[in-house]
């Protein structure tokens, strides 16, 4: 959205992420995620850890559930998003706030991970413009200006062809 901050941060997540549901049935995840950056130490000469930055962080609906069934503890992450600004009240009347991401996207750092990645079935039907499902199970379908015959990009209606388009 337009004025949002958007920000990335990679780090480790401190606790396997907390998966709840709202009274409503909504999935809601909340983890955090520590940053320490490498700082370089005059007196030794070498690279040494910084101070830690901990972002808490949040996600919604099936994207929660994906993430509460992918990461865990100590994953070393990549999460960009929006940076949210929230207020609250103590239980002793102080106004407060704090900063939280409002994760858009996030994934393992594959630098020190592997990862197999296994395309989600959203209740086995195909997404739309307005976010529901249809009928008909789920399957890629040729484009219209797909060639009807050879072996172009695609070689028949649902599948595809190991060829390079171009």
Same mark, same amino acid.
């Given at each position: 959205?337009?004025?949002?901050?958007?920000?990335? %941060?990679?780090?480790?997540?401190? $606790?396997?992420?907390?998966?709840?549901?709202?009274?409503?049935?909504?999935? %809601?995840?909340? /983890?955090?995620?520590?940053?320490?950056?490498?700082?370089?130490?005059?007196?030794?000469?070498?690279?040494?850890?910084?101070?830690? %930055? /901990?972002?808490?962080?949040?996600?919604?609906?099936? /994207?929660?559930?994906?993430?509460?069934? +992918?990461?865990?503890?100590?994953?070393?992450?990549?999460?960009?998003?929006?940076?949210?600004?929230?207020?609250?009240?103590?239980?002793?009347?102080?106004?407060?706030?704090?900063?939280?991401?409002?994760?858009?996207?996030?994934?393992?750092?594959?630098?020190?991970?592997?990862?197999?990645?296994?395309?989600?079935?959203?209740?086995?039907? $195909?997404?739309?413009? +307005?976010?529901?499902?249809?009928?008909?199970?789920?399957?890629?379908?040729?484009?219209?200006?797909?060639?009807?015959?050879?072996?172009?990009?695609?070689?028949?209606?649902?599948? /595809? +062809?190991?060829?390079?388009?171009?």
């Amino acid at each position: 959205m337009a004025g949002e901050i958007q920000i990335s %941060v990679v780090g480790n997540l401190t $606790a396997d992420p907390e998966l709840r549901y709202t009274q409503n049935g909504l999935a %809601v995840v909340n /983890f955090t995620i520590a940053s320490t950056p490498k700082v370089f130490d005059k007196q030794t000469n070498a690279m040494k850890d910084g101070d830690p %930055v /901990f972002m808490r962080a949040s996600a919604w609906r099936e /994207f929660a559930e994906h993430i509460a069934g +992918s990461l865990t503890k100590g994953s070393r992450v990549i999460a960009s998003g929006a940076l949210k600004q929230r207020q609250y009240e103590t239980k002793e009347g102080e106004k407060r706030s704090s900063m939280e991401l409002q994760i858009e996207a996030i994934g393992p750092d594959l630098r020190y991970a592997t990862a197999a990645v296994t395309r989600a079935q959203f209740g086995n039907r $195909a997404p739309t413009s +307005s976010g529901a499902g249809n009928d008909e199970p789920w399957a890629p379908t040729a484009p219209t200006n797909a060639p009807a015959t050879g072996g172009d990009v695609w070689n028949s209606p649902g599948n /595809f +062809s190991d060829e390079t388009p171009f």
